[in-house]
């Protein structure tokens, strides 16, 4: 029985790395507080899935002095990536613990079959101070150091 299921996995392995394709995806857009720029946004680009495949985290970064961002990320699924763009923020958010926490699907039509992206989603300005329908709260942030930038990248997300 440990024999067949080691096979089975096996078969499972080399099934996906045959099959598998590089699919890549871009987001841009401005960020505001208000009138005013949001900046030093969190932003990330995910693709998420389902089922015990965790999500692959295609781009990170922060919103410029403007409030502006741009992301990109490619990786390799067998399946269409499902493409989520996350925005952590305090915009009109008071005292309250954590951060603001927002969740954009990006369309399909957006993705490329390359490690290129050959189109941007333009996601245009975004007003931080609107609350939206399925907002939720981050509430830990663990920061990890990367080794030649030394700078800081959050990695952990508790809350979905």
Known sequence: MLLLRQICLLLFA????????????????????????????RVKLYDEDAGVDPDDQLDAGYSDANGNFQLS???SELTNIDVVFKVYHDCDDGIKPG??????????????DSATPKKTFDIGVLNLETVFKDEERELIV??????RS?????????LP
């Open 73 to 75: 990320g490619h990786t």
């Open 142 to 147: 663990t920061m990890k150091k990367k080794r």
């Open 14 to 41: 080399v099934f996906y790395l045959i099959d598998a394709r590089t699919q890549s995806v871009a987001v841009k857009g401005r960020l505001l507080c208000g009138t005013a720029p949001a900046r030093n946004v």
């Open 150 to 158: 030394h700078r800081y990248q959050d990695f952990l997300d508790i």
């Open 99 to 112: 951060s603001r926490k927002l969740k954009f699907k990006i369309p399909n039509s957006y993705v490329t």
